[in-house]
């Protein structure tokens, strides 16, 4: 596991493997852009491959805000068992896969857009950073938290 930060008592820095193992599990993700100078953030799917993070979009604005952009995409979670959160978040370069050999490797990803209609692009994030924290939730907040973290699964859809 990960080394406890001592400026920060209980707050656990993760290793790399551990960040990519939290990502690898989670259903959802947040997209951070900025495009035309204003901040966004999309709730999109994905999946991990070869340490990137791979996903699908249609014409739009997280296609515009991540060809050749660098980006910020953050998983977040909750262990019921261990009371405890934890963070991942990835900064890193955006592109589009265009090449034929990596489209279809791609297009064998076990990755399908939640929302209807056709998502025919495929975006890859190069991670640059990555990094991690856990940390333990105290057990009246871990209660609503677990409720919380339910609800917000149910419905959410990328564009």
């Known amino acids: 596991m990960g080394t406890e930060r001592a400026d920060l008592p209980g707050i656990i820095n993760l290793t790399t493997s551990e960040c990519l193992a939290l990502l690898r599990g989670a259903v959802i993700g947040r997209l951070a852009v900025v495009l035309e ?4 953030i999309f709730p999109i799917n994905h999946v991990i491959d070869q340490g990137t993070i791979v996903f699908r979009t249609q014409v739009g604005t997280k296609l515009s805000a ?3 952009r660098t980006v910020a995409y953050e998983v977040d979670g909750y262990d ?19 090449e034929t ?7 064998q990803l076990p ?14 994030i190069e991670p640059e950073h990555l ?5 333990h939730v105290s057990r009246a907040v871990a209660e609503g938290a677990g ?7 149910r419905g959410v859809v990328d564009d």
């Not at 100078?37 to 966004?40: A, E, F, I, W």
């Not at 990755?111 to 890859?124: A, E, V």
């Not at 409720?147 to 699964?153: G, L």
């Open 131 to 135: 990094s991690g924290r856990r940390f």
């Open 37 to 40: 100078g204003q901040p966004d």
């Open 101 to 107: 050999y990596e489209t279809i490797e791609a297009l």
């Open 111 to 124: 990755l399908m857009p939640w929302q209807s209609g056709s998502k025919p692009y495929i975006i890859r």
């Open 80 to 98: 019921e068992a261990e009371e405890s959160a934890w963070s991942v978040v990835v900064k890193g370069d955006a592109h589009e896969i265009r």
């Open 66 to 68: 991540c060809a050749g």
């Open 147 to 153: 409720r919380a973290a339910q609800r917000t699964t």
